[in-house]
């Protein structure tokens, strides 16, 4: 357990305070719904696009990122380089101009418009509950985090957090979630640059990291470049740390996942609705590409580095050294004899969520360490602010105002938006005690709720590119893809994992190398038989007239006009750099 | 339509990292002789370093921010959106 000096606390009240008062500050400009739910679509695009990358920067990036960095290396930077970024790119030049264009004030309402209602209920009520869930989740790992590094209260930091969270949004609604979003994406950006400048140059350079992380993969049984080339050793799923082949990498998770993610999630897409207007709508994403295809540096990197540095250094906490870790990843404790835990091969297993934080305390004197932890919890907060705005907006929009009370007062709904943000914010904390006490429950749910996405691209790619797609098509496709992810989860396993919450239900009759590998293609089996069922039922059903959908379908809406911009500010030109630079990247570390 | 204006987000920005900066360089200023503290980040006084990098990135942020002229509340789109609203009865009229 690390203690904090007077200045570490200094800083962390400084950034609370500073985030109080722009909520406070932007109350008054919160009048309508509008305003409330999408900043009156007045927001800058660099703003909106900060924040599009901001609302998705939670406790799963930055703890997550450098958790899988340390386990499988640079090939962690595919979530980026064939995954994020090629989906950012595709959001913003085909489907902004539907989303943005069709003036839906949600990504289950562009449903509506597009199919019916009951294709909007389906995603509107699976979103409400994912969203609570994610942010009770997130709420949950900074507790026990900040429990675990700094020895304060659980219930206290997690309330505290909510608190804060809470009052911003309350005032000042999706604009000061936007606000805050922006300095959280430049705290981290600040808090986590030095600890990979201080941590590459421990590790003596690119140069010192592959010697050491050549030890560590042959360790692990790869070859001496299997961590440090992305690449190279995807041929075979049993030659990488990923445990996947290259196809199921690329269609899985380059295809399937993240364009499921980027262009149907409405916590980002929300973001991009915010924006002045369409041009500004279609640069959000397209902006937010840019600094995200340099993160892996940021968030992927510290778990590397956490494997090839040790706490060899005086003054640093040697008491914080665990015997059977690597680097300085700590070994994981048995809760009930307080020993390493062993895996059915007799090797020590690591917790690699702690392989960041341990960065921060190995790298970061008083100080610094203020700083970075900053950085984490804004973190934090800003994947539940993002959780709570999309929340209380698919609520009020989807669900009250379609089901339970239509043609009221525009303060009415603005009521039920801030209503809606308090019981969001309780449901939250609500999760996150059922997560301390039942944690299979969560996993559960999670599970169900992969299910539930894996096949919505395939829905919104012929909802917007296929004007024949009906509405009867949508909604059994949707059902089909999450019986389908249901049923490949049921009868395929991980190598190593016991039949139950991780697959094998129905009996293991495929067996991958690694859980992602199984994901990806549970994730692929959802959208194949999603995409199949939704064209064979909307060929069987009555379309809905031509005109009903302009404005919402490709081959019926007049494609954008660039406009009259300068050429750095042009959609197509932004697309062409970033594509190029995620290209380049990844032929560096090939 | 208020003629209200919203401020420009540099300006918080600016103040945020100007504050955390200048807080972290006097600490830094304070500490440079404690071989001890620094001794886990490489021996760089990186509270100093740091902290003054990120007293310029605020100030940047503050002059941009003191340049940008005011933005409108509501633009053009949004009030085509409220509008949308009104029309499919989604919301009574005012």
């Not at chain 2, 200023?29 to 980040?41: E, F, G, H, K, W």
Request: proline content about 4%; overall charge positive.
């Amino acid at each position: 357990m690390t203690h904090l000096t007077t200045i570490d606390y200094v800083l962390m009240l400084v950034y609370f305070a500073v985030v109080l008062v722009v909520g406070w500050m932007l109350r008054r400009s919160t009048k309508t719904s509008t305003d409330f739910f999408l900043s009156g679509r007045s927001i800058p695009s660099w703003v909106a696009g900060l924040a599009f990358i901001s609302a998705n920067l939670g406790a799963q990036e930055v703890i997550g990122m450098g958790a899988s960095g340390a386990k499988y290396g640079i090939s962690t930077a595919h979530f980026y380089w064939i995954g994020a970024i090629p989906a950012m790119v595709f959001v913003g030049l085909f489907m902004m101009p539907f989303y943005y264009g069709s003036r839906a004030r949600s990504v289950p309402e562009y449903l509506k418009l597009r199919f019916d209602e009951k294709t909007r209920s389906l995603n509107a009520i699976s979103f409400a509950v994912m969203t609570i869930m994610s942010s009770g989740i997130s709420m949950y790992a900074m507790g026990k985090l900040l429990n675990l590094l700094l020895g304060w209260s659980f219930d206290i930091s997690m309330i505290v957090a909510a608190l804060i969270v809470l009052a911003y949004i309350f005032l000042g609604g999706l604009t000061s979630a936007i606000y805050n979003e922006v300095l959280q994406f430049f705290l981290i950006v600040f808090g986590f640059a030095p600890l990979v400048f201080l941590g590459l140059r421990s590790a003596g350079g690119w140069a010192g990291l592959k010697t050491k992380l050549a030890e560590v993969a042959v360790g692990r049984g790869f070859e001496a470049g299997a961590m440090t080339h992305a690449w190279q050793y995807m041929g075979n799923s049993s030659q990488n740390p990923i445990g996947v082949e290259w196809f199921g990498l690329a269609m899985g998770l380059g295809f399937v996942l993240s364009f499921g993610y980027w262009c149907t999630d409405f916590l980002v897409v929300q973001r991009a609705m915010a924006s002045e207007n369409m041009a500004a709508a279609r640069r959000t994403p397209l902006i937010a590409a840019i600094p995200k295809v340099f993160f892996p540096f940021l968030v992927i990197l510290p778990g590397m580095i956490a494997l090839a540095v040790d706490w060899h250094a005086p003054g640093t906490g040697g008491a914080l050294a665990i015997a059977g870790g690597q680097g300085i990843v700590p070994p994981k404790i048995d809760p009930v004899t307080g020993a390493a835990l062993l895996d059915q091969a007799g090797h020590v297993v690591l917790d690699y969520d702690l392989s960041v934080p341990m960065m921060l305390l190995r790298f970061f004197p008083s100080g610094m360490l203020g700083l970075g932890l900053t950085a984490l919890m804004a973190s934090f907060m800003s994947g539940m602010a993002g959780n709570v705005t999309a929340f209380n907006t698919v609520w009020t929009y989807d669900i009250y105002q379609s089901h339970i009370r239509k043609g009221a007062s525009d303060e009415h709904y603005l009521w039920m938006g801030r209503a809606a943000t308090v019981f969001g914010i309780a449901l939250s904390i609500a999760a996150a005690y059922v997560a301390v006490s039942f944690n299979n429950i969560l996993d559960l749910l999670q599970l169900v709720f992969a299910f539930v996405n894996a096949p919505l691209f395939a829905t919104f790619a012929l909802g917007m590119f296929w004007k024949r797609t009906t509405g009867h098509g949508a909604f059994i496709g949707l059902l089909a893809g999450t019986v389908a992810a249901a049923i490949h989860h049921g009868i395929s396993l991980a190598a190593g994992a016991v039949p139950g919450v991780k697959g094998g239900y129905f009996g293991a009759h495929i067996i991958y190398r690694s859980e992602l590998g199984q994901t990806f293609w549970t994730a692929i089996a959802a959208w194949v038989t999603c995409f199949v069922v939704t064209i064979v039922v909307s060929l069987m059903t009555r379309p809905r007239p031509d005109d009903e959908l302009r404005g919402l379908v490709y081959s019926l809406t007049p494609k954008p006009s660039e406009g009259n911009v300068v050429w750095y500010e042009r959609p197509t030109v932004i697309a062409v750099i970033v594509l190029a630079i995620a290209l380049a990247l990844n032929i560096i570390f090939f | 339509m208020s003629a209200e204006a919203r401020f420009d987000i540099r300006l918080p920005i600016g103040a945020l990292f100007s504050l955390l900066g200048i807080v972290l360089t006097v600490y830094g200023v304070m500490t440079r002789s404690d071989p001890q503290l620094y001794a886990r980040s490489e021996n760089i006084v990186i509270n100093f370093w740091w902290g003054l990098i990120m007293v310029v990135f605020g100030a940047l942020m503050l002059f941009f921010g003191r340049r940008a002229k005011e933005r409108p509340l509501h633009s053009v789109a949004g009030e085509e959106t409220e509008k949308r609203e009104h029309r499919i009865g989604l919301e009574r009229e005012s």
